[in-house]
Structure formats: C-alpha cells, structure tokens
C-alpha cells in the first residue's frame, strides 16, 4: 500500500475525525443505525420514524423510546463514544464503518504511539483545482493552533489579522476562527486567499506552501471528497 493512501491517527484524533464526520454531513442515518448497537453494548437500537424524526428504542423488559432528530442522533452516539475507551480492535471496527474503507490498530512507526491505520482510497485522486472546496464548504472551524503558531513563526502579519482568536473563560485552550474581515467581526464567507488562475475555470491558492493543514489534506478520504461535493478525478474509478 502506498504512503498516501493511508493514514495514522491517534486515540484522540480518531474522536475528532469522527466528530468532524458526525456534524459536517447531512443525514447520515444508516451508518447511525449501525453504530447504535456498537456504542451501547446492544442496549439500544435506533429506527426511523419519519423523514426528519428518529426513534431511540432502549431494549428491556419495557422497551423506552426516544424521539429524536438526525442531529440530536449524531450528538448522543458521539457522547456514548467518548464516555469510555474502546479496545483499539472496536475503534478499527467503528472507523471503518464511518469512513467507509479500511481501519486497523497498530503503531505510528515514527514515534510508537498506538493509534489506528486508516485506508485514504486516495492514492488515486487528481484534484481539478476548480476551487470547490475554498468556495463553498464552512471551513471557519478548521484553524489549528499548530497553524496560528506557524504564521507567527513566519511572521506572517497579513494571515494573522484575518483569524479570530476565541479565548475561554480561566485557563482554557483557545480555539481559532478563519477568516476574519478586517476591521470587523465578521467572517468571509468564500476563502479570500483563493485566487482565478490563468487557466479558465481553475483556481489558485495564494498562500498555498502555509495554508491550513486541513485545506493541505482534503479531502482526507473517498468518502470525504464524495459527501463535500468535491469534483476531483479518481484515475482509477
């Protein structure tokens, strides 16, 4: 298997990637539907009740039932995952239920860290540069503190001003919106680094060599490049 056609994710990084997966897709009620069980040691089981309405069914003598919408579905199953840790060999199993492909545990061969190998289906994907991604996709969340410091380091002024900082209350972990207006609170709504290139009907990242690690990986996988609407070209398909 080629390099970039797999992944290494930690524990950790493995929940917010499912997070990202849960709340960035419409409804994703089949997958939801088998996760269930999964997540609630066959307690629980969940059916559909309507186009827009779910039913939760807690299993026992007197089944309980709980009416729910697709979003309040992603929210109670991504709290049963993080309530406790799952043996790595059931979080391979989940992940490969989530991002469609192939997962299995093992160790990041740079550091030993045990995680989760994950398959990209990538290897393949030619991106089209027709700016997709930069024009409609809700990419404010996605600034890491890895990529803020970067362009501090760089001295990168001109990046800085367009990121809202977000501090919490005490001495918590501030998070990063992008990209601000200047003089405003207010957030672009396309990307304002994505520039027309010469070639008709293709753009151009203006700060492509430091732009956001996300914006560097998407789509991460085939099923990431499928449910965002990306119009890139699987050579192999």
């Given amino acids: 298997m080629e390099d970039n056609d797999k992944i290494f994710l930690t524990y950790n990084q493995v929940l917010d990637a499912i997070r990202r997966d849960f ?17 609630t040691d066959k307690q629980r089981i969940v059916t559909r009740e309507s ?14 039932i709980r009416h ?3 979003r309040e579905l992603s929210r109670y199953l991504f709290a049963k995952l993080t309530a406790k840790k799952f043996p790595l060999p059931i979080m391979s199993e989940i992940c490969a239920r989530v991002f469609q492909t192939s997962a299995w545990p093992g160790q990041d061969t740079e550091n030993s860290q045990d995680g989760i190998w994950i398959k990209t289906q990538m290897s393949d994907f030619k991106c ?16 890491t503190e890895n990529d803020y410091n970067r362009w501090k380091k760089l001295a990168r002024q001109d990046i800085l001003d367009k990121v809202m900082i977000i501090k919490p209350p005490g001495a918590g972990i501030p998070r990063y919106k992008i990209w601000k207006k200047s003089g405003s609170g207010e957030l672009y709504e396309k ?8 070639i008709n009907g293709r753009y151009e990242c ?32």
């Fill in 23 to 39: 709340t960035q897709y419409e409804s994703q009620f089949d997958l939801f539907q088998e996760l269930c069980p999964i997540l």
């Fill in 51 to 64: 186009r827009t309405d779910c039913v939760l069914i807690t299993r026992g003598k007197k089944n309980k």
């Fill in 68 to 70: 729910m919408s697709d």
């Fill in 128 to 143: 089209r540069r027709c700016g997709n991604c930069c024009r409609n996709l809700k990419y404010h969340n996605d600034c």
């Fill in 191 to 198: 990307c304002p680094w994505l520039v027309p290139s010469p």
């Fill in 206 to 237: 203006s700060i492509q060599e430091i732009k956001p690690d996300y914006c560097r990986q998407y789509p991460l996988t085939r099923k990431h490049a499928v449910m965002t609407g990306c119009q890139g070209i699987f050579l192999n398909r």
